[in-house]
Structures are given as C-alpha cells and as structure tokens.
C-alpha cells in the first residue's frame, strides 16, 4: 500500500523507471490516467507512459516544457498550455472515448477545454506501463534526457471517462471507483534509482 508514499527518481538524466502491472482484459475504447509529479525540471519529461507492441506511444503524458503538456493516444497528440508551474505538486488527470474522440485535460482539480484526438480507434491491451521513462520501443528505447526527475505519487488508472465530480475526487484524494491501476494497491516493479519515501507535506 502506497498510501502517503512517493516514488522518488533522484537522478538527472536518469535510466531508472517503473514498471507498473494491470490487469487488463480487453482493449480500452474509453480511459483517464491520473497522477501528482513534482519537479524542479525544465527539460522535456515523461509522466507516464503505455506502450503496446503495435504503437509506442499509445497512451503517453509528457510534459516537453514548463506551460505544456502532450497527451497522446494511439502515437498522435493534442496540446495543452498550462501556466508555468510555481514549483508546487501539479496534479494531472487525463480521459479519453473513442466513441467521440474527445480528450479531457484537468489540471489540479480543474478542466482545460476539450480537444478531439483519435476518434473511432481502440487502444491495445498488452501493455507495457511505465513511469518515469518515454518507450520508443516495447518496454525499452530509453531516450535519458525525457526521463522523470523528482516525485510522482497518486497514479490511477481507469478503463472509463470519469466524470466531472470524480476529477474532482481524485485531485482532492478522496474516495474513488476501482481502477486497473490504483496507488493503494499498486503492483510495480522498481529498475534502477527509485526509492519509495513517504510524503513531505499533504
């Protein structure tokens, strides 16, 4: 249980990631992927990161600079521009439905517009799911200078949309639905200079 941990990458560049397993049945028409990061970096980084054999960025958060973040879905992306962190948790959710190609972006509990990325297509379900790290290939492919740097804590995955209170929920901490991928009961595998520390502040 990762309740009030965090995942600590205390290298830059780093090689080091995290593996993260869930189990996923079917592919997934429709998800949100939520996390808190902390960082003192400017350079381009990536969140969190889903690969399948076919397509290496099929769901990827990365943040290339300070006042953007990329969401991608099946290897295309929509932009979001962010005000430049003040070197604070940023609390990051991110939802997708392939019925309608719509992608939500929320930023520390609140909604950016909406963007159309992806309709009609369907992401794999043989995954490989990683933190810290940006896969060019299946579970490898490294490139250091997109590594994570810092602290990541609250990392969920769902196989829906989550509605507008739910966003909410998650950016508070408050009660959730089950998720494929839950920080409380999370099944991960640390390569590398990772150290699992509780929190510093709530």
């Known amino acids: ?3 009030r941990k965090v995942f600590v ?13 869930a189990r ?23 969140l969190f990161s889903y690969a399948t054999k076919a397509q290496d960025n099929e769901i990827l958060l990365f943040k290339p600079r300070p006042d953007e973040y990329r969401f991608y879905v099946g290897g295309k992306f929509v932009t979001f521009r962010v005000p430049e962190g003040r ?11 392939s019925a309608s190609g719509i992608a939500e972006f929320w930023l520390n509990g609140k909604p950016w517009p909406r963007k159309g990325l992806q309709r009609g297509y369907t992401v794999g379900a043989t995954a490989a799911i990683l933190l810290g790290q940006e896969q060019d290939s ?21 196989d829906t949309g989550l509605s507008p209170d ?7 901490s408050l009660r959730l639905p089950p998720a494929l991928l839950a920080w409380k ?5 640390v390569k590398g200079d990772v150290v699992v520390k509780g929190r510093l502040r709530e």
Do not use: I
Not at 138 to 158: A, C, M, P, Q
């Open 1 to 3: 249980d990762l309740y």
């Open 9 to 21: 990458f205390r290298k830059d560049p780093s090689d080091a990631y995290v593996v993260l397993r």
């Open 24 to 46: 996923l049945e079917q592919p997934l028409h429709n998800f949100t992927v939520c996390l808190r990061s902390y960082t003192d970096l400017s350079r381009p980084h990536s």
């Open 87 to 97: 070197r604070d948790w940023e609390h990051v959710c991110a939802s997708w439905e």
């Open 138 to 158: 299946f579970g490898g492919g490294f490139d250091l200078y997109n590594s994570f740097s810092g602290e990541l804590t609250d990392v969920y995955l769902w």
């Open 166 to 172: 739910k966003m909410r929920a998650a950016f508070l």
């Open 185 to 189: 009961s999370l099944s991960y595998e």
